[in-house]
């Protein structure tokens, strides 16, 4: 899975360089964040830090930079709708990672009729969530988000990532 | 990867419900968080909750439970070491998820000699990152931790965790 050449075990390294090879060895689920700016048009991102903050009350965290194209309408929205990710879904991932004005140039996706966040089709699961915290650290924010409402898709296999590739999952160990 | 019967597309279910459907069909990266207790015994646990917030400055996320058995220490200390799982580590990431008197039951670790923090032998990546915040959400916590310092051992290929299930990567897509 690494085109790194083997590292001795405990090498020391600087406190960059930690962070940067730590998370080349780390492989994180991928998800879509959604939600509609001020003036009515739809933003979103790729993001492999969703993660799960507590059942009851429904929480969730995914973190993202200031300097990020969709940050104005996540500061301002009051609702996001979160996706989970299949191998299917692979596209789409790459989508949302490109070029923002691009991110919507098609015809899988729609406002949600209730909450108005824009909600992609054919993923295996989306919600629709509260942002009920956004806590601003250096320039970045973390945010959590209280589900409200979600949707089922056909279910498949998760899209993973993990040092600038996508993958799917292997075998149960 | 799922034993549920299929889902109609779009069925509504209720928040709780949501919550629990939608984070049956995300995967996650397996982590272990160690520190050390007041008293000067080692506690950890095993997250799925990790994530990067940002490379510069290098800062971390992680949530936890505060009915969590580690939660004393983890409020208390300074640094963690986290650690990166491979599918090597699986009966660690097992053991760190199972009785709290057990954990550390093994010759496996030790603490790091700067930092005072347990550190576990064998695993892909390590990193040593200091608590700059704890943001309280009803009876959870997100952690925020900046990374000092890090050592990287054998790569491999990394553990997953989706629905109660350990697994490795699969083919790229």
């Given at each position: 899975m690494s085109?790194?050449?083997?590292?001795?075990?405990?090498?020391?390294?600087?406190?960059?360089?930690?962070?940067?090879?730590?998370?080349?060895?780390?492989?994180a689920g991928v998800a879509i964040v959604t939600a509609t700016d001020p003036s009515?048009?739809?933003?979103g991102f790729t993001a492999t830090s969703l993660a799960s903050l507590s059942a009851v009350p429904p929480l969730l965290t995914f973190n993202m930079a200031r300097t990020a194209s969709?940050?104005?309408?996540?500061e301002a929205t009051t609702h996001v709708a979160v996706h989970v990710l299949d191998v299917r879904n692979r596209a789409l991932a790459a989508r949302l990672a490109g070029p923002h004005d691009?991110?919507?140039d098609a015809a899988d996706w729609a406002f949600d009729p209730t909450y108005g966040v824009p909600v992609f089709t054919?993923?295996?699961?989306?919600?629709?969530?509260?942002?009920?915290e956004r806590y601003p650290v250096h320039g970045n924010v973390v945010l959590v988000a209280h589900i409200e409402?979600?949707?089922?898709?056909?279910d498949g296999v998760g899209l993973l990532y993990r040092e600038r590739r996508f993958f799917g999952p292997g075998d149960e160990v």
């Amino acid at each position: 899975m690494s085109d790194e050449p083997d590292e001795p075990i405990a090498q020391e390294i600087d406190e960059i360089e930690a962070f940067k090879r730590f998370f080349q060895r780390h492989s994180a689920g991928v998800a879509i964040v959604t939600a509609t700016d001020p003036s009515g048009h739809p933003v979103g991102f790729t993001a492999t830090s969703l993660a799960s903050l507590s059942a009851v009350p429904p929480l969730l965290t995914f973190n993202m930079a200031r300097t990020a194209s969709s940050w104005a309408a996540i500061e301002a929205t009051t609702h996001v709708a979160v996706h989970v990710l299949d191998v299917r879904n692979r596209a789409l991932a790459a989508r949302l990672a490109g070029p923002h004005d691009r991110r919507f140039d098609a015809a899988d996706w729609a406002f949600d009729p209730t909450y108005g966040v824009p909600v992609f089709t054919g993923v295996p699961a989306v919600v629709i969530a509260r942002v009920v915290e956004r806590y601003p650290v250096h320039g970045n924010v973390v945010l959590v988000a209280h589900i409200e409402d979600g949707s089922l898709g056909e279910d498949g296999v998760g899209l993973l990532y993990r040092e600038r590739r996508f993958f799917g999952p292997g075998d149960e160990v």
